[in-house]
Every structure is written in structure tokens, then in C-alpha cells.
């Protein structure tokens, strides 16, 4: 059974940093796509940022330069390294596993973790 699950979230200042971490079981998703999404009260589901094999990145410009997304595949670990934090950054983070050897389109990933919260205070 593949489980995925995320850590790392909480509360944060705006300005500062958290990073998220998404550990994977039961499958290897060794340079698989893999991706965060997040989803603020209200609001739909957004694609954060994508990864396939270790360096093939791409980022929402929303984040995009204050965001990374990386990989450890020894460890079976996704992270999510998030710098400048803004309150409008605040939302449920979701880490997403693909079977296919491309990136999927949107939010059509096969796994998905049950979120950890991040808040950004102003």
C-alpha cells in the first residue's frame, strides 16, 4: 500500500522559512514526477511545484524564487524549501506521487498525502 505523508508545517512570521517534507512508503518514486499542491480555505487546489528525476523542477510564479523543490531519492524524500513566506502563502500542503514517466497535467496524480497546515502571520 503506498502512503505518502507530509511534515514540517506550522506557524511561521511573514518573512520566514519552513521546510516541508514528504516521506514516501511502499512504492519508490525514484525520479517519478512528484509534486506539491495547496489549498487555502475557499479556495481551489493549486499546483506549488513539480519534480521529475532530480533536477527537472518547475515552480508556480506564484513562489517562483522563493520556493525550491527537492528530492532525495536514497531516502525516499520529497521537500519543499519555502523562503520569504507571505501570508497569502497560508493554505493545507499537499505532496502528490505519479506512476507515469511524465509530469502529469494539473492535479491527475495517483497518490496523495493528507496535508500539513502552514500559516503565515503577518
Known amino acids: 500500500q503506498v502512503r505518502l505523508v507530509e511534515s514540517g508545517g506550522g506557524l511561521v512570521q511573514a518573512g520566514g522559512s519552513l521546510r516541508l517534507s514528504c516521506t514516501s512508503s511502499g512504492r519508490t518514486f525514484s525520479n517519478y514526477p512528484m509534486a506539491w499542491f495547496r489549498q487555502a480555505p475557499g479556495k481551489v487546489r493549486e499546483l506549488v511545484a513539480t519534480?521529475?528525476?532530480?533536477?527537472?523542477?518547475t515552480t508556480a510564479d506564484s513562489v517562483k524564487g522563493r520556493f525550491i523543490i527537492s528530492r532525495d531519492n536514497d531516502k525516499n524524500m520529497l521537500y519543499l524549501q519555502m523562503n520569504s513566506l507571505k501570508p497569502e502563502d497560508t493554505a493545507v500542503y499537499y505532496c502528490?506521487?505519479?506512476?507515469?514517466?511524465?509530469?502529469?497535467?494539473?492535479?491527475?496524480?495517483?497518490?496523495w498525502g493528507q496535508g500539513t497546515q502552514v500559516t503565515v502571520s503577518s
Open positions: 502528490a506521487a505519479s506512476r507515469r514517466r511524465q509530469v502529469p497535467a494539473g492535479d491527475d496524480y495517483d497518490w
Open positions: 519534480i521529475i528525476w532530480v533536477d527537472r523542477t
